[in-house]
């Protein structure tokens, strides 16, 4: 292994320790249960599009939040009786239903991405310099995988 695959290797190791964290862990239940969600319900609702009205097709969410159509079903049925979300037929294919953010939706979307971007208790504890450099090299990192 090559001395950049195995520092790679490294970092990513430390970036997953830092999701897997109990505090971080904590922190996603705390901000679930702030906007009485279950955390699928929230998974759910941020991984809708912002921007657009067009929303996403019910099997392509499915597929993006890692579960089964029949369960996203029932997900849904539940953000949409909290008017986070609505359900519209496809202009193009009638048959296929899409789901889109409501105005409270993109709202809890906001809160929650703000109470999940507080920083975990070890990246508070580096300097100003070292999270200038690290938030600098993640950002060049995360390029390819642009924020939904």
Request: aromatic share 6%.
């Amino acid at each position: 292994m090559s001395e950049d695959e195995s520092l790679a290797r490294a970092a990513w190791r430390s970036m997953y320790q830092l999701f897997r964290s109990e505090e971080f862990q904590r922190q996603g239940s705390a901000a679930a249960a702030a906007l009485e969600l279950t955390e699928q319900q929230m998974f759910v609702l941020l991984g809708l599009p912002l921007d657009g009205d067009g929303g996403m097709a019910m099997r392509e969410l499915a597929e993006a939040c890692h579960t089964t159509p029949s369960y996203l079903t029932s997900v849904v049925d539940a953000l949409e009786s909290r008017d986070f979300v609505g359900r519209h037929p496809d202009p193009n294919d009638r048959r296929v239903t899409r789901v889109r953010l409501t105005l409270n939706g993109k709202a809890a979307v906001h809160q929650a991405q703000f109470l999940l971007g507080t920083p975990p208790s070890g990246l508070l504890a580096l300097s100003t310099d070292e999270l200038r450099t690290l938030s600098t090299l993640l950002a060049r990192a995360a390029e390819p995988y642009p924020w939904p």
